[in-house]
């Protein structure tokens, strides 16, 4: 590992000019490219104090042994000198956008003398027209072979063409009125050629005009009397109209544009794109990529750009990008992409409208990709094997840990003060057995001493239940999808069948981990040791991922272990640390909204949601209710006189809200009446299905 300062070039070496810079490692590979307005306080930025890196750009600056650069006119030229190094060194360090699978095109070979509509994918050639790129091959031949009908175009193979050539006998589709059969001199080269280009302009959108032309034939065959040919141009205007169909109409203005849109995560980024031409999704397209340095969702956005745009021209660069996030500066990449297309480009982030709309579907197709990436990555064994013996050997464990849990406290500057527990066995998340916890030792904010109690409590569970008592240890913590939180201490708490398992047996902490990960650093994992050291448990390994540099701690050690960035350890990891802090924040969140939304009648005892539900609707406001006679109250069906007494006692201690105010007045509305509190169905805790996502979980990572 170098050190920075080895090789950190003098300030007035650098100049203070747009240029394109370039580290390399000890054997004089190029690691990372970037590009500067001002090369000097660019560079500047990567030669100080260590600890105030990213921890991928600190990782990038100790790899590396040298630094070089090269000083260019304007930003314009920097932005393209940098795609060509990217594109030549492929350096580690760079974001580098890879296709979640080879997308095919549909292409017509222009530069042949008889061009040739096919299939096609890879690296683009000079002379063939592109289309695309569709999601699926069957979807390009579907089209094809109905505008075969009008198009007859050859998609012969070059051997193919020669064979029939050469035999004077075209090939079925010749047959059969699919091709024109130019290989034997039916069409000459000239008339084949702008079959092709018709081809090529109706796939390019310009639609609406070939069809008026085919009904204007139409209509003076029919006149004509030639019925048989008028049938034929019907069935090709109907042909033409169901491939059309295919590609239903999303922008009403015929807008050519590219869509962007960009979804990440701390880890990853994933990018997906619409190609619309004529108003028209004509392609779509994805990518993932490792986010190996610090990056914006603008620089994501330059990166995608220069991916697509790098090596096209004319058309192929459409006259209206929409993005997420515009790069910053916006300008060079502006001018950059009006110089391959050959005239401007707008770069924008739509604001309204149908563009917006169709934003927000790209959106969401971008966030769909990379959860199917993760899902895709988490889920395959051999790479799930990897990731547990990497973690083994990292952490010098006897064997692999196939039971992770993983710990997480949350809360807002100190209140509602919870922690969660999830569970991965065998790389896997097993949320029939994640829990959650309530802080109860103490007031306040104290991270350690939440993650103490909740181990205590978690494993002194475990040794009871190892002791096989078959009830709980003290009642304290439920399973998820047990009865609400906040019982005190020996409460039987919520439906019998919410504590028990299928046979009647106390659900039980019963499976101990073979690793304990804390979020957090040396303070919680010496925090998490220490529970385990007091109750005796000396077969449990306890680590922590530490969130800002994704290092891992191990008790009693000064310095933290540091996995590799690609190590497939490292990602499950990150993976079970994530879905803690998910997990605890959306329990979090959900006491805080319960709180908030507590009104006066939750503190009746014994009056539960049905009957709360029924004094609302019958007197329509709690300040009705408040003012009613205990006579009046006994009126609603199902509330006894005893219970109407608690209620009036009830309202009659709690403090009256508030009165209206009229903000543009200042006057006191008197009249006004409370309204009824809010309630949903998650108001009241519920069973949140085991094994199965649950929306009110939220999705934060």
Wanted: glycine fraction near 8%; aromatic fraction near 6%; charge should be negative.
């Amino acid at each position: 590992m170098a050190d920075p300062s080895s090789y950190r070039p003098k300030p007035g070496d650098i100049p203070d000019s747009p240029g394109v810079y370039r580290f390399r490692d000890e054997y004089r590979r190029v690691i990372y490219v970037g590009k500067a307005k001002s090369l000097r306080q660019r560079l500047a930025n990567y030669f100080q104090d260590l600890a105030n890196l990213h921890p991928r750009t600190r990782s990038m600056v100790t790899t590396a042994a040298s630094v070089e650069w090269t000083v260019v006119s304007t930003e314009v030229e920097a932005l393209q000198l940098e795609y060509s190094w990217i594109k030549e060194y492929d350096p580690r360090f760079n974001v580098k956008y890879r296709d979640d699978k080879s997308y095919p095109y549909l292409a017509v070979t222009m530069n042949e003398e008889f061009p040739r509509v096919q299939v096609m994918r890879g690296h683009k050639k000079k002379g063939v027209r592109y289309f695309g790129p569709y999601g699926h091959a069957w979807a390009i031949r579907d089209t094809v072979d109905l505008l075969l009908r009008v198009f007859p175009v050859r998609t012969c193979s070059a051997g193919v063409f020669k064979n029939a050539a050469r035999t004077g006998r075209p090939c079925l589709l010749g047959y059969i009125g699919k091709c024109s059969a130019p290989c034997v001199g039916r069409v000459s080269a000239e008339e084949h050629r702008e079959l092709a280009e018709d081809f090529s302009d109706f796939m390019a959108g310009r639609t609406g005009t070939y069809l008026r032309r085919l009904e204007k034939r139409m209509t003076e065959a029919a006149e004509e009397m030639e019925y048989e040919r008028a049938a034929r141009l019907r069935d090709d205007i109907e042909a033409l109209k169901k491939a059309m169909e295919k590609n239903a109409v999303v922008l009403a203005d015929a807008t050519d544009a590219d869509l962007i849109a960009v979804a990440e995560d701390e880890l990853e980024a994933a990018v997906q794109i619409f190609h619309v031409r004529g108003g028209r999704v004509r392609g779509q397209r994805g990518w993932v990529t490792d986010k190996v340095e610090d990056v914006t969702t603008g620089a994501l956005v330059e990166h995608a750009l220069q991916q697509l745009y790098g090596e096209e021209s004319g058309d192929a660069v459409p006259k209206e990008v929409l993005v997420p996030a515009l790069p910053d500066p916006v300008e060079p990449v502006q001018e950059w992409l009006a110089e391959r297309r050959g005239s401007n480009v707008s770069l924008r982030i739509p604001q309204r409208g149908d563009k917006k709309a169709l934003m927000e579907t790209v959106q969401r197709n971008a966030q769909q990709g990379l959860v199917l990436h993760k899902t895709r990555r988490a889920s395959d064994l051999t790479t799930r094997s990897r990731a547990l013996e990497e973690i083994a050997e990292a952490l010098d464990l006897d064997s692999a840990p196939l039971r992770i849990e993983c710990y997480d406290i949350s809360h807002l500057q100190g209140d509602d003060v919870v922690a969660s527990m999830v569970v991965f066995e065998d790389g896997l998340q097993r949320k029939s057995e994640y829990r959650r916890f309530q802080i109860k030792g103490f007031e306040g904010q104290d991270d350690v001493r939440s993650m103490h109690e909740v181990i205590t409590r978690r494993f002194r569970r475990y040794l009871a239940e190892k002791e096989r008592t078959g009830e709980w240890a003290d009642g304290e913590d439920v399973p998820v999808d047990g009865s609400p939180d906040g019982l005190p201490d020996g409460a039987p708490g919520g439906p019998v069948g919410a504590l028990t398992e299928d046979d009647g047996r106390p659900k039980r902490f019963a499976y101990p981990p073979q690793l304990v990960v804390v979020d957090g650093g040396q303070p919680q994992v010496a925090a998490a040791q220490r529970a385990l050291d007091e109750l005796g448990i000396d077969d449990i390994a306890v680590c922590g991922l530490a969130k800002r540099l994704e290092e891992v701690w191990l008790p009693g050690d000064d310095d933290p272990v540091v996995l590799p960035r690609s190590s497939e350890g490292l990602y499950l990891l990150q993976r079970v640390r994530d879905e803690a802090h998910r997990f605890a924040i959306t329990y979090q969140r959900t006491r805080r909204a319960k709180r908030f939304r507590a009104g006066p009648l939750d503190d009746v005892p014994g009056l539960g949601e049905t009957r709360k539900q029924a004094l609302i609707k019958h007197f329509g406001s709690v300040k009705r209710l408040r003012s009613a006679t205990i006579d009046q109250i006994c009126g609603v069906p199902g509330i006894g006189r005893k219970t109407a007494e608690t209620i009036a006692a009830a309202l009659a201690q709690a403090a009256p809200a508030a009165p209206a105010v009229n903000t543009a007045t200042g006057e006191i509305m008197e009249d006004v009446e409370e309204a009824p509190p809010a309630t949903t169905a998650g108001d009241a805790e519920t069973p949140v299905p085991t094994g199965v996502p649950d929306d009110r979980r939220g999705q934060e990572t």
